[in-house]
């Protein structure tokens, strides 16, 4: 089979797709009453996009029809490794793909989603008709981590189905208690190549709709360990379990395989294994099922997980999984840490994968401002939410990361509340807590404590600095001092600078000079040692930081002079110095704001 050509664009809500087209204004609340304490204009109704339940069952149905006749491997994953577009192999050896396994639970591993695929062409004739299957990983509520040859060349949002919360494949109409979601979007690591199956083979959908199980992160850039010869790691997956049948497994599969060293695959593998952005694991095959544990067709793109994190997804391995000598071949988490991340905490607000910007001007007219991407003047046409006054602080953050973004805002009497899609209809506010009034600064850069949850940082009245975990339900745990003397500082940014799988912390002194706080995954000590990125930042009166607002999976950094220019400073991935690249003029007349998300 071929990768289907046809693609349809991408569902946005009703709502934010009208509002898209037509810049029309979102339906403001009525006036307050005085006294009252002052909420945001409700957003119209937002309707979940894609596809119906019955649709997305037919879709499972397809998928399943498919595995039967032994037509699962997704298409873009056929080319042999080392082998031209369309030319077959010379070896003839690489085929992407639980041999040797035993059965595993759900509840051992709830994070596990299937992901399936169907599309009949829109004719009658079924000969056309293309169905496939892969594994993937929860890593959000609504993001599912699994292998770019799963997805490179396909339209999941038409065609696509992921099922989770069952060990069992689907048996007609019978999901086994698991549940359904469509697929929102699908982003694909742009380094990837699918003639090579090199360049980091991962992928990330974002659903439509918020699953409720639990969810596994992927291994940070700073993890050695769990890459270190002979650690322990477990796969999933339904692929085949046998050589010599094309049947994959009805029930999900784990087995456990050391971990290699680079020079295992390369040994066996040649140049076909690219050190670095693969990772090498298991025992040589036999050359037969007995004496074989290996992932096998129908496993692509489930995790190897290490120590409680993803070290890799399954890629490749050898034709039929059991040649001997043979290691399995995974893409190595730890490599696109940064990349990915980006993909699972955005803040896109409406739904195009490219961060947004909210802005609220001293008259209390509040605005969103949509990206463009990496093109001038980076931010689209504005859209009107009403009046916002009254509130003394407003930052925008997927705090329950189920893709639909939150609005944290603080009234007047310092309560802080959590402005969120509330799953069906509507956004609702959720109280979080009095007192806020004593903070300065709020701000939400990510997820600083290492739980993949989103954080909050405070800064207080005396200069102390305080992390507050996010919950991943709009609330917050105790908090946690990060420490003193922080008065004379501005504190801002979002995302992961420098590239290393954790979110940072971007803060300006006294004197005019712009501090990167590399976060260190954990809650305490919550930032590292600080890396100066440059001096001369006391011209700007505002920063604003949405996070990737480019698309390229690096988080940038919005900035106000005096004059009320806005400037972009492009992230790089690189700390100290090379952070940013040099600013790029947005445009004038931001100085009429007094407030960004």
């Known amino acids: 089979m071929t990768p289907t050509s046809r693609r349809t664009h991408l569902v946005l809500p009703a709502a934010a797709a009208a509002l898209a087209l037509s810049g029309a204004v979102l339906s403001a609340a009525p006036a307050q009453a005085s006294g009252t304490v002052p909420v945001p204009p409700r957003p119209a109704a937002t309707l979940q996009p894609g596809a119906s339940q019955a649709e997305l069952q037919e879709r499972i149905q397809g998928s399943g029809a498919a595995l039967k006749n032994g037509e699962a491997t997704p298409p873009a994953a056929q080319p042999e490794a080392g082998a031209t577009a369309g030319a077959p192999s010379p070896s003839g050896t690489v085929d992407p793909k639980i041999i040797g396994g035993k059965d595993a639970t759900i509840a051992e591993a709830p994070w596990m989603v299937q992901l399936h695929y169907y599309d009949d062409k829109g004719t009658a004739d079924t000969s056309d008709d293309e169905g496939y299957f892969c594994g993937g990983t929860l890593v959000a509520p609504a993001k599912v981590l699994t292998a770019a040859h799963c997805v490179y060349g396909l ?21 086994h208690g698991g549940r359904v979601a469509g697929v929102w979007r699908q982003w694909v690591n742009p380094t990837y190549r699918p003639s090579t199956i090199s360049g980091g083979d991962l992928a990330v959908l974002t659903l439509t709709d918020a699953l409720p199980y639990k969810t596994l992160q992927p291994a940070s850039s700073s993890d050695t360990a769990s890459y270190a010869n002979g ?30 060293s680079d020079a295992a695959c390369t040994g066996y593998w040649g140049s076909d294994f690219v050190p670095g952005q693969m990772a090498c694991a298991g025992y040589p095959a036999s050359g037969q099922d007995e004496g074989t544990v290996s992932p096998c067709n129908g496993d692509s793109g489930g995790p190897l997980v290490v120590n409680g994190r993803i070290a890799g997804v399954v890629s490749w391995g050898v034709t039929d999984c059991v040649a001997t000598g043979a290691y399995g071949v995974y893409a190595k988490t730890s490599s696109y840490a940064g990349e990915v991340n980006a993909r699972i905490d955005d803040s896109d607000l409406d739904f195009d994968g490219l961060a947004d910007l909210f802005a609220r001007t001293s008259g209390g007219d ?12 980076y931010l689209a046409d504005r859209v009107s939410l009403g009046d916002w006054s009254g509130l003394s602080l407003v930052r925008q953050a997927d705090l329950n990361r189920d893709f639909y973004q939150d609005y944290l805002y603080r009234a007047p009497d310092g309560v802080l509340y959590d402005f969120a899609f509330n799953g069906d209809d509507r956004y609702e506010s959720i109280r979080i807590g009095g007192g806020w009034n004593a903070m300065k600064d709020i701000r939400v850069p990510g997820d600083l404590s290492g739980d ?3 954080d909050l940082v405070a800064k ?15 609330l917050f745990g105790t908090r946690v001092r990060i420490g003193g003397g922080w008065s004379a500082y501005t504190i801002t940014g979002k995302g992961d600078y420098n590239r290393d799988g954790k979110a940072d912390l971007l803060a300006r002194d006294g004197s005019g000079v712009l501090w990167l706080y590399p976060g260190t995954g954990k809650a305490s000590p919550a930032l590292g040692t600080r890396i100066k990125v440059g001096g001369g930042w006391s011209v700007y009166n505002a920063f604003a930081t949405a996070g990737d607002v ?25 700390a100290g110095t090379a952070t940013f690249k040099t600013r790029i003029k947005v445009g004038g007349g931001w100085g009429a704001f007094n407030l960004f998300g």
């Open 155 to 175: 339209d999941w949002a038409a065609n696509g189905a992921v099922l989770g919360g069952t060990a069992q494949l689907p048996d007609g109409g019978d999901l």
């Open 231 to 260: 650690t322990p790691a477990t796969v999933y997956g339904w692929g085949r379990t046998s050589s010599t049948s094309d049947d994959i497994s009805p029930t999900l599969q784990k087995a456990t395989v050391p971990m290699r």
């Open 366 to 377: 509040a605005f969103e401002y949509y990206s463009l991407g990496d093109r001038w003047p």
């Open 452 to 454: 993949a949850l989103p």
């Open 460 to 474: 207080d009245k005396d200069g102390v600095l305080w992390l507050y975990p996010g919950k991943g339900n709009g």
């Open 550 to 574: 480019t698309g390229d999976g690096r988080p940038d950094l919005l900035a106000r002079d005096t004059s009320g220019v806005l400037w972009l400073y492009k992230g790089t991935g690189s």
